[in-house]
């Protein structure tokens, strides 16, 4: 059975709103210990406060609130409380020691005001809690990669992951383990071992566990007594709390994958504390306001794993990280979105920004309960689509959003961060589309952006890449004239640090927990889970490949009992998919849904035979982007590499140029004609070790036919617009020349939206 999603239907519990908070209408675990030290002055309900009884705790308080209809937070004024510990502090308390009595007190309040330091209060809001997670994550290396997607989690191990440690000053000199190197924000050894760590373990490599641990120890180690985390700056800015958010990612990675680490919890406790208090005296600022949603994941994260007893100050700093973050919902919701390339930058047009965004109010809505929320996160990635979209699912972004011009780029940052968001919507809505953005990304634009050794990388990626040098003259408009070089760091060292994530995080997310005690498969690629509920072996050469062997194997305490629901995400561009269990007949899953199929046996085995496609997408001046399945494709280029400069181990820098002709229209009829004029060929997959974005080996490829456009030329050392398609060949089908279009994921250089020509007059 097909399984719809279509969110924004999704909602968990009865909710009533009351006042500007939603209420849960039963108690589940409420929160009775409140928050110690924290007071929400204001928004009383009448005739308060109330006394407590003699001896009366902040439960009490917060039972009387849960108790009363109106009441959605509450205070508790402790008994003889003053900041030295003396005569009562408070009017009110003052007021009632006067006349002999010093029992505690209560306010009911009727609305959620903001927080405010007072060592005299106790605060709650009432019966809180979070909306659960459509799926849960595994812990961190409980899916690991198999067979081509083993490949290059290793290619990225041998690569520059593995040896920044050993010679890039701003990871193996980092301030993070007592250097002197990243100074400023401080942000590279976070990034970097937000996404090492997953890979370290994924591929259980001695060599980079090893590093791991180093790292992670030194963290550990070095936590100042007041709870704060790496370098301490003299002076706090708003900006002081951004490299943290990383960091506490990396270190709940490290504590699900080394649970014997018993110190990874308490020092993130110990670390919020402080950070709470801090942002009551100097707020999050600039890049932690503009990210300040991964920070509320981390408060989520020990809020769901319910290991600290804590709860309602993990609701309390996300609350208030979420009211000190930028105003994404507005930005996004509002005529302040550009609708072209910015030329006047601010934060919110920041890429990166923008892809770290794209998540922050679905994850703010597990706390919200607040429907537009939700809906938000659907409208800003229609809105990057519409007005900064590439063929690759990413949009364009060369530091600032960059329109639709096929020849401006987007940064790599943008493209990890981008897919580590629309993986955190699929974990909160569960809806499929979320899943398959994630996946198109990963299969197109992250793999575009490395030579295929992961020794190099760029800054931007273009979707028509004629080149990539240095050029002082370019296209971009807000970043340097590295900017495409492939290399160590060209133009700015985030990347460098920031590209970890892509692949594993990914990884991560493949297959994930249900609700219902069952499994979902998210996105396809070839991996091994482990999980109490079952084993999944994936075999597969997806995206190179138009099957999957999917093996269920049940634990033996749960054979005869109870069957196991497996969901798996059947691609919206497949319209005739069919899932088998071995021995039984092919059934039909429809297209964009989660298909539904229930374990019984000790091992269920099962056939998806996906039917992908060649289609068109029309682009910037109706351009033509080419693709099969999860893949894009674009006209190959031929690809010459030049050292620019030698680094330590292999690590390079390169220019890439081409002497092919890259000025070329696409022969295409009408989209309807695409099975006639362009063939898809399958070859067969490299051997094991053997990447297979490689151009040499890469698997598939399509043939088509092209025509040279001699007035199509450069503009500022790019490629220029594409001309208006469709365009006019007056000659005959022998004029146009044989072409050869690649996944765009294994080139260098590439055109992937060309103009289209037809025949005739």
């Not at 640090?497 to 493949?510: E, V």
């Not at 982007?625 to 050292?643: D, F, H, K």
Request: hydrophobic fraction near 40%.
């Amino acid at each position: 059975m097909a399984l719809r999603t279509n969110v924004p239907k999704f909602l968990w519990g009865t909710v009533v709103v009351v006042g500007v908070f939603a209420r849960i209408t039963s108690v589940e675990g409420a929160w009775l210990d409140g928050d110690d030290g924290v007071d929400r002055k204001n928004g009383d309900l009448p005739g308060m406060p109330k006394s407590l009884p003699a001896g009366g705790k902040p439960s009490d308080c917060a039972q009387l609130c849960s108790n009363t209809a109106q009441c959605v937070a509450w205070a508790y004024g402790k008994a003889n409380c003053n900041e030295d510990g003396s005569d009562p502090g408070h009017v009110e308390q003052r007021l009632v020691a006067a006349a002999g009595d010093f029992t505690p007190m209560c306010w009911l309040k009727g609305q959620v005001t903001g927080q405010s330091l007072d060592k005299c209060r106790v605060s709650g809001i009432g019966n809180a809690s979070l909306l659960p997670l459509a799926f849960s994550p595994l812990p961190t290396g409980h899916v690991v990669p198999d067979g081509w997607l083993a490949d290059q989690l290793k290619t990225q191990g041998s690569g520059l992951s593995g040896h920044l440690s050993l010679f890039w000053a701003d990871v193996n000199q980092s301030v993070w383990i007592g250097g002197s190197h990243d100074p400023g924000l401080n942000e590279r050894t976070p990034y970097w071992l937000n996404g090492f760590v997953p890979l370290a373990y994924q591929l259980q490599d001695k060599d980079l566990l090893v590093q791991v641990e180093r790292y992670v120890t030194y963290v550990l180690d070095h936590q100042t007594t007041d709870g704060w985390l790496g370098p301490e700056p003299s002076h706090k800015d708003g900006n002081a709390y951004w490299s943290k958010f990383p960091m506490l990612m990396a270190l709940i990675q490290y504590h699900e994958a080394v649970p014997t680490e018993t110190r990874v919890i308490p020092a993130i406790m110990k670390f919020l504390h402080i950070a709470h208090q801090s942002m009551m005296q100097v707020p999050l600022g600039g890049w932690s306001a503009a990210r300040y949603q991964d920070f509320v994941l981390t408060c989520h994260y020990l809020l769901d794993k319910n290991e600290t007893e804590e709860e309602q100050f993990l609701w309390d700093v996300a609350e208030l990280a979420h009211q000190q973050g930028f105003d994404w919902k507005g930005f996004f919701g509002t005529d302040q979105f550009p609708t072209t390339a910015v030329t006047a930058a601010t934060m919110y047009t920041h890429g990166v920004n923008n892809g770290q965004a794209i998540k922050s109010e679905g994850v703010w809505w597990r706390q919200s309960r607040n429907q537009s929320d939700l809906e938000s996160s659907y409208i800003r990635m229609q809105k990057l689509d519409k007005y900064h979209g590439m063929p690759s699912g990413i949009f364009s972004a060369d530091e600032h959003l960059a329109g639709l011009m096929p020849s401006r780029g987007v940064e790599l940052c943008a493209v990890v961060e981008a897919m580590f968001s629309y993986e955190v919507l699929f974990t909160i809505t569960g809806d499929p589309v979320f899943a398959e953005r994630a996946e198109m990304i990963a299969y197109n634009a992250l793999p575009a952006t490395f030579t295929k050794d992961m020794w190099a990388h760029q800054y931007l990626q273009q979707p028509n890449e004629m080149n990539a040098v240095h050029s002082p003259d370019h296209v971009w408009t807000h970043d340097g004239p590295d900017s495409t070089l492939y290399g160590l760091a060209p133009n700015y060292g985030c990347c460098t640090a920031n590209f970890n994530q892509g692949w594993p995080k990914y990884t991560s997310h493949l297959v994930m927990e249900t609700k219902d005690n069952g499994l979902v498969i998210g996105m396809w690629a070839p991996c091994k889970v482990t999980s109490s509920i079952a084993s999944i072996s994936i075999v597969t050469n997806y995206p190179f490949g138009d099957n999957a062997t999917v093996e269920v194997t049940l634990p033996a305490s749960d054979i005869k009992t109870a069957p196991v629901p497996i969901y798996m995400r059947i691609p919206s561009w497949s319209q005739a998919t069919t899932v088998t269990l071995t021995g039984g007949t092919p059934q039909n899953a429809e297209a964009g849904t989660l298909y539904k199929v229930m374990c019984s046996a000790k091992v269920c085995q099962y056939q998806v035979q996906f039917r992908p496609e060649l289609r068109v997408g029309r682009r910037y001046n109706n351009a033509a982007a080419i693709y099969r399945g999860s893949l894009l494709y674009g006209m190959t280029l031929m690809e010459n590499y030049t050292v620019l400069q030698q680094y330590e181990f292999e690590s390079k820098d390169y220019q890439v140029t081409t002497k092919s002709a890259w000025n070329y229209a696409l022969y295409l009829p009408s989209d309807a004609d695409i099975d006639n004029v362009v063939t898809f060929v399958q070859g067969t997959m490299p051997e094991s070790g053997t990447n297979p974005y490689n151009l040499p080996t890469v698997p598939v490829h399509l043939k088509a036919k092209g025509q040279i456009l001699s007035g199509w030329g450069l503009a500022h050392n790019a490629a220029a617009a594409p001309p208006q398609s469709p365009m006019k060949n007056n000659g005959s089908a022998s004029a146009l020349d044989d072409i050869i279009l690649l996944p765009f994921g294994s080139t260098c250089l590439r055109m992937a939206e060309m103009p289209t020509v037809t025949l005739g007059n």
